[in-house]
């Protein structure tokens, strides 16, 4: 049985300290469950500038796959990310002729947002990696954190491990009005 989806809420991208690792924050607004995706610097790049309603004085890779897609004679509906596994988030976005192209989260949502289209989380993906702020630091299952395929290095269980502890650290002082500009923490 396939639950729908949820319409999330694009809260903003920051980086985790000590680590410099950008990740951006989705939330549920009828729950306010968190799901954090570790993405890399040039997706968070391309986010936060959105948000912060920056324009590049030329087109930019995200800003070209969405005109691209206008000019082919449709429309980014949404970006929907469909999965998790083994803490990689997938993603496709949905086109207005009913196509479906699969995509890395992170460039998903940076479409999403240039084409004002709605960010869209499957219920079960939801339930998966999806963080109550308030009782974030108890979980202790193995993380499904939202590591983005563009981020390199991630390995064994150790590595995962302090990545979790990190993460923890960071939900322990996050609050989601640290997002309210949609931009990054400039600390």
């Known amino acids: 049985m396939n639950l729908p989806d949820i319409e999330m809420t694009v809260l903003g991208v920051r ?3 000590p680590g410099n690792q950008p990740l951006v924050l989705l939330q549920d607004p009828g729950t306010g469950t968190l799901v954090p995706i570790w993405i890399g610097a040039p997706e968070a790049s391309a986010i936060a500038l959105w948000q912060q309603g920056i324009a590049a004085p030329r087109p930019m890779t995200h800003d070209l ?8 004679g449709t429309t980014v ?3 929907r990310i469909s999965s998790v596994e083994e803490a990689v988030f997938h993603a496709e976005l949905v086109l207005g002729n009913g196509a479906r192209v699969d995509a ?3 460039d998903a949502i940076a479409c999403a947002l240039r084409a004002e289209a709605p960010v869209l989380c499957a219920a079960e993906v939801l339930e998966a990696a999806g963080l109550d702020p308030d009782q974030a630091q108890d979980v ?7 590591v983005d395929e563009s981020v390199a ?3 064994g269980a150790a590595e995962r491990d302090a990545e979790l502890n990190r993460f923890r650290e960071f939900l322990d002082t996050v609050d989601p009005e640290d ?3 949609g ?3 400039q600390s």
């Open 15 to 17: 980086v985790e300290l």
């Open 140 to 146: 202790d299952e193995e993380p499904e954190d939202g």
């Open 153 to 155: 290095g991630v390995g």
């Open 183 to 185: 931009g990054p923490s």
């Open 77 to 79: 509906e949404a970006a």
């Open 179 to 181: 997002f309210a500009d």
């Open 65 to 72: 796959l969405v005109e691209v897609i206008s000019a082919a």
């Open 104 to 106: 890395r989260a992170s």
